[in-house]
């Protein structure tokens, strides 16, 4: 048992598995990427409204 060679499995479907999982994180990732942005982005409008309505009049 010792003396035998441990080889990775390159069945086709073993690739496809790990392909899939990497494409899933992949768009988990990408999810992630876009909620952060659009929480940024109303973030940013929020503090440009508040700007602008404490603005002193002139």
Same mark, same amino acid.
């Given at each position: 048992?010792?003396? +035998? *060679?441990? &080889?990775?499995?390159?069945?086709?479907?073993?690739?496809?598995?790990?392909? #899939?999982? +990497? *494409?899933? &994180?992949?768009?988990?990732?990408?999810?992630?990427?876009?909620?952060?942005? #659009?929480?940024?982005?109303?973030?940013?409008?929020?503090?440009?409204?508040?700007?602008?309505?404490?603005?002193?009049?002139?």
């Amino acid at each position: 048992m010792p003396d +035998e *060679e441990v &080889r990775p499995d390159n069945s086709q479907e073993t690739l496809d598995r790990r392909r #899939l999982a +990497e *494409e899933t &994180r992949n768009e988990r990732k990408v999810w992630y990427f876009l909620a952060y942005f #659009l929480f940024g982005i109303h973030i940013v409008a929020f503090v440009m409204i508040y700007a602008v309505t404490h603005a002193p009049n002139k």
